[in-house]
């Protein structure tokens, strides 16, 4: 968790307050400590003093290792007795220990490593959570997240390629612009995948998280009508955010319930859900409709009648390492008060253990934030 050092920032403090993932498991594999090393920025790198972190599923999957292969139940906080660390990460790789995570960092760039551009020191920023190879960039395989394979931004400070730190200008506060990161660029990068266009239709499940509710807002921004599936205590939130219909889940057939309130079928299915309404995700596109996926907090192993797929010209994407555009498209989105942020709560990094198990119970809309201040 240290760097190489740079030129000028010998005023930096040798340790910092962060929460380090020491194992796989539950909230208890988190431990303060206020001894880290603080990193020094490398080659090329960026050091910023974080001001805010968001939470998001993918530090919960890792922590509690959801993503070995061996897992195939719907994600759960607790930890799974049966995940093998060799493939615990998104990558189907092991993941190192001691780990920070935080992948939705906001802060201000405070040094920079040789050949970074000087005058980013001082500039407020929002982080791109994918470290790319600074070589082929292209290449998906090659890419690491970070807070899984790189230190994030539960922390006082976070090293990061100075391209992945984006300079915004925007009134929005600290707090507000770490529940951008992850949750809003992975819903831009479904929405960009699928092509959405303006006057086409698409249902978004699981709207009241934190990818859902930027889905709403992203989906309405390109001029689509959308069909909002959530809890039914969240419904009218989710109108607000600007979902033209909403349906309930617990209503006995909610993707029918939502083919009704569109007048049809759609044209986009938005689905970090998956478990067992998979099936009823693609019975709810139109012939030569899109289906996108994120994510599957239901569980991931589902049932496919190829039948449906190939008869309706379906097409069926994933959606995981996006290109360095759609952060910057983003980026832009936000600097030009076109979406806005959804904050249901902020916690101080010493009550990181409640923040994860409030962002588990999922009875939130929107993003749960640490605020380092």
């Not at 960039?137 to 970070?146: H, I, N, S």
């Not at 607000?240 to 319930?257: F, K, T, Y």
Request: some cysteine.
């Amino acid at each position: 968790m240290s760097g190489q050092g740079a030129a000028g920032d010998s005023w930096i403090p040798g340790t910092m307050r962060a929460a380090v993932l020491v194992g796989n498991g539950g909230p208890e594999m988190i431990e303060l400590r206020s001894d880290v090393p603080v990193p020094r920025p490398g080659a090329g790198e960026a050091l910023i003093e974080v001001a805010a972190c968001g939470i998001n599923n993918t530090d919960i999957n890792t922590r509690v290792g959801w993503y070995s292969r061996s897992v195939t139940g719907a994600t759960d906080g607790s930890g799974f007795e049966e995940a093998r660390p060799n493939d615990s990460t998104w990558g189907r790789g092991a993941l190192a220990f001691p780990r920070i995570q935080g992948a939705d960092v906001s802060g201000r760039i405070v040094a920079v490593g040789a050949g970074a551009d000087q005058a980013l020191v001082g500039r407020r920023v929002v982080v791109d959570p994918w470290i790319r190879d600074s070589r082929h960039p292209e290449r998906r395989e090659l890419a690491g997240y970070l807070g899984s394979e790189h230190d994030g931004g539960f922390a006082e400070y976070c090293a990061v390629p100075a391209i992945n730190a984006h300079p915004i200008d925007t009134p929005l506060g600290d707090v507000e612009l770490a529940s951008f990161a992850c949750s809003w660029s992975t819903a831009e990068h479904m929405l960009q995948r699928v092509e959405l266009e303006p006057g086409q239709s698409v249902a978004v499940t699981g709207a009241s998280g934190g990818v859902g509710s930027a889905l709403i807002q992203l989906a309405k921004r390109r001029g689509a009508r959308v069909v909002a599936i959530a809890g039914r205590a969240k419904l009218e939130g989710l109108s607000n955010l600007g979902a033209d219909a909403v349906v309930a889940r617990d209503d006995p057939a909610p993707l029918e319930a939502a083919v009704t309130a569109n007048g049809g079928p759609f044209d986009v299915v938005a689905d970090v859900v998956g478990g067992d309404h998979f099936a009823d995700c693609l019975d709810a596109l139109r012939r030569g409709g899109r289906y996108a996926t994120s994510g599957a907090i239901a569980g991931p192993l589902v049932q496919l009648d190829l039948r449906t797929l190939y008869l309706n010209d379906l097409e069926l994407y994933g959606a995981t390492v996006f290109p360095p555009q759609v952060f910057a498209d983003l980026v832009g989105y936000i600097e030009l008060g076109e979406v806005q942020p959804v904050v249901a709560g902020v916690y101080a990094l010493e009550d990181i253990h409640a923040a994860q198990a409030d962002f588990e119970r999922k009875e939130h809309i929107g993003a749960l934030v640490i605020s380092l201040h």
